[in-house]
């Protein structure tokens, strides 16, 4: 199965019963606009905890009706968050989106070892873009949450990231680990670790993907960049996922996408009991939309 476009993800849920989703810290505009959106598409059954009347204020003054919702009033951000998180962890919802808070906060409730989300498993970011210049949906991970990830942490990700495109249809993702230039290079730890990445899966030591890198930007979504270079390559040109080999990389590719590619994008956070709608402050009411809808085809 090859998803060409976001709308695609739609053939996913369709049929399928709607995910409950818990919205933290809900008074957040363009988060309330997708929720609603998503909500009137019969995509999710909504349930909104934060500040009641900011919440009502700000659908009064954009006309969005949440007649019918559940919201539970919880003024205290840290409150909001571990309500929500507890909701999660006891199996009564499906998805926890974030709304008006910090990041870090979020997280920190997730990884609560009481109540949180965890699963043993290592976090990780992942974003599907839609770019017009590219013949398939293409995902990236991690841009937002593995700073400087080593071996063992890209191993992880690649797994998680692995496991949920499976969830979306496709049965052997093209992985195309990379790097500055398409040789190993003792000097540049990120092909290092390309290349024992790509032997690991060789061997069968990740499973269900292909593999290959180090593979430079351009080899791995052009395959008249990758021939040109002599590079024989099964994911060079096909690319599924890109792994980035650090966060920094990951931001400044994942910005340049949306900013100077006009790409439409959705993106989650993998690895906790449940998908995290965790989209960054920039993002649009469309990207959060579309976020949403990927957290409901990835929702087990």
């Known amino acids: 199965m090859v998803l060409k476009s976001l709308t695609d993800l739609r053939n996913i849920v369709a049929g399928k019963p709607k995910k409950k989703l818990v919205l933290a810290a809900a008074q957040d505009q363009h988060s309330l606009g997708a929720v609603l959106r998503a909500w009137q598409d ?16 700000i ?32 199996k009564q919802a499906d998805v926890l989106m974030k709304g008006k808070v910090g990041t870090s906060a ?15 498993n290592l976090l990780s970011h992942i974003a599907l873009f839609e770019v017009e210049t590219y013949h398939k949906l293409i995902a990236v991970t991690d841009v937002a949450m593995n700073i ?5 942490d890209k191993i992880s990700i690649v797994n998680n990231s692995v496991a949920f495109l499976h969830r ?32 690991m899966n060789q061997r069968d030591q990740i499973k269900n993907c292909i593999i290959d890198g180090p593979l430079a930007f351009d080899n791995a979504i052009s395959l008249e960049s990758a021939q040109h270079k002599g590079i024989k390559s099964e994911v060079a040109g096909d690319t599924d996922l890109l792994l980035m080999p650090d966060i920094e990389v990951g931001n400044v590719l994942y910005k340049s996408l ?8 959705a993106s989650i956070i ?3 009991q449940v998908p995290i709608v965790l989209t960054s402050r920039s993002d649009s009411e469309q990207a959060k939309y579309d976020s949403i809808l990927l ?6």
């Not at 919702?69 to 205290?76: F, K, S, V």
């Not at 400087?148 to 063992?152: F, G, H, S």
């Not at 990120?190 to 990445?197: G, H, K, N, P, Y």
């Open 42 to 57: 019969n995509i999710i059954e909504p349930i909104l905890i934060g500040d009641k009347e900011s919440i009502q204020n």
């Open 106 to 120: 979020l997280l920190k409730a997730v990884l609560n070892k009481e109540w949180g989300l965890r699963t043993g």
């Open 148 to 152: 400087a990830p080593t071996l063992k």
């Open 59 to 90: 659908c009064a003054e954009n006309g969005y009706n949440f007649s019918g919702l559940r919201i539970i009033h919880e003024p205290d951000n840290d409150m909001a968050i571990e309500m929500a998180v507890r909701m999660l962890s006891s």
């Open 270 to 272: 993998l690895g906790a």
């Open 258 to 265: 949306v900013f100077f590619a006009k790409a439409k994008v």
């Open 295 to 300: 957290s409901a085809a990835a929702s087990k």
């Open 168 to 199: 979306l249809g496709y049965e052997n993702p093209k992985v195309a680990v990379l790097g500055a230039v398409e040789m190993v290079n003792e000097n540049m730890e990120a092909t290092l670790d390309a290349a024992l990445l790509s032997k």
